[in-house]
């Protein structure tokens, strides 16, 4: 009786060539190596997308979209950092939300990297005298983030501004100051790989923003005359660390009618503020 011959394994391949052996197709090391840091990255442009949607939540198309990643990749993701708490879903409205590992990993890292708690004493004072909105953002690679807002006595007031929203270097009055401050180099460089208009309009363009940051550099604050939505202005400085590199912006928004013919004094009271409150951290020893 004939035996039949074996099945080919899958994923292997046979040689035509008598007396040779069968390999297994394997990716290669350098392959496999390289896929995890894109996971991670992927992953690490989701959770970033989906802090700057809370505390409302967003879809799953929705920060598809905000982290540049293919509809399908994004929800696969989700599903993994859901099942590791870092993201919940909402049952009624399917809407994402950051989850409670997220809540614990930050407070783990609080002692090491907040300075929150030095801040919020400057941002409820200018709030406090000024009437405005003030708010703290933190410097995160090409972006700042907002991570404090207190709102002043005047009851129209600006939605710009949130805690969790993030902006590119140069868009918004704080992240503004935090370019204009950067060392020339690391700036320079910045606006030239950077294509700010395609989403923020030609006065984002390196050109006009090039005019700001060295407005900026002179003024010592910088000013965002309604550019990101009409009518709503917005005046950032920088807080600096122990070795003058800038971390950190405070900054005020409101309407026209109330910051520009403040422009000058509110200016000044921010500069204060950023200096306190640069002297503050680096005595703390906090330096992120």
């Not at 959770?47 to 994004?74: C, I, K, M, N, Q």
């Not at 009437?131 to 090409?142: L, N, P, T």
Request: aromatic fraction near 4%.
């Amino acid at each position: 009786m004939v035996k039949p011959a074996p099945a080919k394994p899958a994923n292997c391949s046979f040689s035509g060539i008598r007396g040779s052996t069968a390999s297994i197709q394997r990716t290669p090391y350098d392959e496999r190596v390289t896929e995890s840091p894109s996971v991670v990255r992927r992953a690490g442009a989701l959770l970033r997308a989906l802090a700057a949607h809370e505390p409302s939540g967003a879809s799953t198309t929705a920060l598809a979209d905000a982290a540049e990643v293919p509809r399908p990749t994004a929800h696969r993701l989700l599903i993994a950092l859901s099942a590791e708490d870092l993201v919940e879903r909402d049952v009624d409205s399917g809407a994402w939300h950051l989850g409670s590992e997220c809540f614990l990993l930050g407070a783990a890292a609080t002692n090491r990297h907040d300075v929150t708690p030095l801040a919020r004493a400057t941002v409820r004072r200018l709030a406090a005298e000024t009437g405005e909105s003030a708010f703290f953002s933190v410097r995160r690679g090409d972006e700042t983030v907002c991570v404090l807002r207190e709102d002043g006595s005047f009851p129209i007031r600006s939605h710009v501004l949130h805690e969790g929203i993030r902006f590119p270097l140069g868009v918004a009055s704080a992240s503004l100051a935090v370019l204009a401050l950067l060392p020339d180099r690391e700036r320079e460089t910045y606006l030239a790989s950077t294509d700010l208009e395609r989403e923020f309009g030609v006065e984002h363009g390196v050109g006009p923003l090039s005019a700001r940051v060295a407005a900026t550099r002179d003024r010592g604050y910088a000013v965002n005359p309604g550019l990101i939505v009409e009518g709503s202005w917005g005046l950032g400085a920088a807080v600096l660390d122990g070795h003058d590199t800038p971390r950190w912006a405070v900054s005020l928004t409101g309407i026209e009618a109330r910051i520009a013919p403040r422009q000058a004094e509110l200016g000044e009271q921010l500069l204060r503020a950023a200096h306190g409150l640069s002297t503050q951290v680096a005595r703390s020893g906090r330096q992120r």
